[in-house]
């Protein structure tokens, strides 16, 4: 699979993901871990979700620069623009499923299940991409390197920090827990397992050891008959 097209990939997969974020917000049942903080000052700023999440990565990618010094290679900064491009989609996924929003909560499930289908199915391609993370990830990395510190481990912890802010932010704040609910705990336990799920079924090692996108799932080879 060609450079260009495991890029094309990887930012196909960040507006999914961007998408999925969204639409499990619109739920009302929880934002994801690291929407949940920014989503938080949403409530009592004029910013909107794209813009504060934008400001974040843009924090966590100076922080990696910062850990990783030497070590930090100059094509990460490629992470700034595909940031931007995360940001926008959130803000217009955010309206294009404002139609979503229901106070009934059988809909509001149906509408989680969605995103977090979709949140899933981004990280998944660019786990196939293979070529850049987003800041999100990219702290964790930087992180578990410079400390030696086991990378789901230090993920872990990143998003509970996450969440843990939100909290303290809504609860100091507006009074209420807002953002955080059963929605951000589905997308912390399901979107690595269902993630796992796609790129077990959607991909495979090429001859290099790389994975690639095979979709629909490619068959196996049959195999020829040796002569009698």
Same mark, same amino acid.
């Given at each position: 699979?060609?450079?260009?097209?495991?890029?094309?990939?990887?930012?196909?997969?960040?507006?999914?993901?961007?998408?999925?974020?969204?639409?499990?917000?619109?739920?009302?049942?929880?934002?994801?871990?690291?929407?949940?903080?920014? @989503?938080?000052? +949403?409530?009592? $700023?004029? %910013?909107?979700?794209?813009?504060?999440?934008?400001?974040?990565?843009? !924090? &966590? =990618?100076?922080?990696?620069?910062?850990?990783?010094?030497?070590?930090?290679?100059?094509?990460?900064?490629?992470?700034?623009?595909?940031?931007?491009?995360?940001?926008?989609?959130?803000?217009?996924?955010?309206?294009? @499923?404002?139609? +979503?929003?229901? $106070?009934? %909560?059988?809909?509001?499930?149906?509408?989680?299940?969605?995103?977090? !289908? &979709? =949140?899933?199915?981004?990280?998944?391609?660019?786990?196939?991409?293979?070529?850049?993370?987003?800041?999100?990830?990219?702290?964790?990395?930087?992180?578990?390197?410079?400390?030696?510190?086991?990378?789901?481990?230090?993920?872990?912890?990143?998003?509970?920090?996450?969440?843990?802010?939100?909290?303290?932010?809504?609860?100091?704040?507006?009074?209420? =827990?807002?953002?955080?609910?059963?929605?951000?705990?589905?997308?912390?336990?399901?979107?690595?397992?269902?993630?796992?799920?796609?790129?077990?079924?959607?991909?495979?090692?090429?001859?290099?050891?790389?994975?690639?996108?095979?979709?629909?799932?490619?068959?196996?080879?049959?195999?020829?008959?040796?002569?009698?």
């Amino acid at each position: 699979m060609s450079l260009a097209k495991r890029y094309l990939i990887f930012v196909i997969g960040v507006i999914i993901q961007s998408a999925g974020i969204a639409l499990i917000t619109r739920s009302t049942l929880g934002s994801p871990p690291i929407s949940s903080a920014p @989503f938080v000052i +949403t409530k009592f $700023s004029d %910013y909107s979700l794209g813009e504060l999440t934008f400001v974040l990565n843009a !924090l &966590l =990618l100076l922080g990696q620069a910062l850990l990783l010094k030497k070590r930090f290679r100059h094509i990460q900064l490629l992470q700034l623009p595909v940031t931007v491009v995360f940001a926008m989609g959130l803000d217009l996924f955010m309206k294009i @499923f404002a139609w +979503t929003l229901s $106070s009934h %909560y059988l809909i509001n499930v149906a509408v989680l299940a969605c995103g977090e !289908l &979709l =949140l899933s199915t981004g990280v998944a391609m660019q786990v196939i991409a293979n070529v850049l993370m987003l800041p999100g990830e990219g702290i964790v990395y930087a992180i578990s390197t410079v400390c030696k510190w086991e990378f789901g481990r230090v993920k872990t912890c990143f998003d509970c920090t996450i969440v843990a802010t939100a909290v303290i932010l809504s609860l100091t704040v507006l009074h209420t =827990l807002t953002g955080v609910r059963e929605g951000t705990l589905a997308a912390a336990l399901l979107t690595g397992i269902t993630a796992r799920f796609l790129i077990s079924h959607c991909s495979r090692f090429d001859e290099n050891g790389a994975l690639v996108l095979t979709w629909p799932h490619a068959a196996p080879k049959k195999r020829r008959k040796l002569p009698k």
